[in-house]
């Protein structure tokens, strides 16, 4: 079994957090890499948090950092209980796995939805 290491950037700093194995917990992942989410997946993570709130919700982001200047991750995380803001370690999340060398080329940090012309 491959343990994932996730710790919160806000408020808090945990590491080596595992979530409980129920079926109590909702892991919504920003894979942008951003230290700054943007809106919309905010909202997202707010309609999860507002319409569950006997689930935990899970905010995983890419980034090691956060940048919370505008305060909407500190007024969400006081406003739901139920809501966590956790960064991934990416390393260690792929190490041992068939993914590992597609992770190290860095071929996935490429954004291709923007057009190059």
């Not at 948090?49 to 940048?67: E, G, K």
């Not at 995380?77 to 597609?102: A, C, K, M, S």
Request: aromatic share 12%; with cysteine; hydrophobic share 40%.
């Amino acid at each position: 079994m491959t343990r994932v290491l996730i710790f919160c950037l806000i408020n808090w700093y945990y590491r080596d957090i595992n979530p409980t194995r129920n079926n109590t917990n909702v892991f919504l992942v920003d894979t942008s890499c951003s230290s700054h989410p943007r809106y919309r997946a905010w909202c997202a993570v707010e309609s999860w948090a507002r319409q569950n709130p006997v689930l935990d919700v899970w905010f995983i982001l890419t980034s090691l950092t956060m940048d919370d200047s505008t305060g909407l991750a500190s007024l969400l995380l006081h406003q739901y209980t139920n809501l966590r803001v956790v960064g991934i370690d990416l390393d260690i999340l792929f190490r041992d796995t068939p993914l590992l060398e597609f992770f190290l080329s860095r071929k996935w940090t490429v954004d291709t939805s923007k057009d190059s012309s």
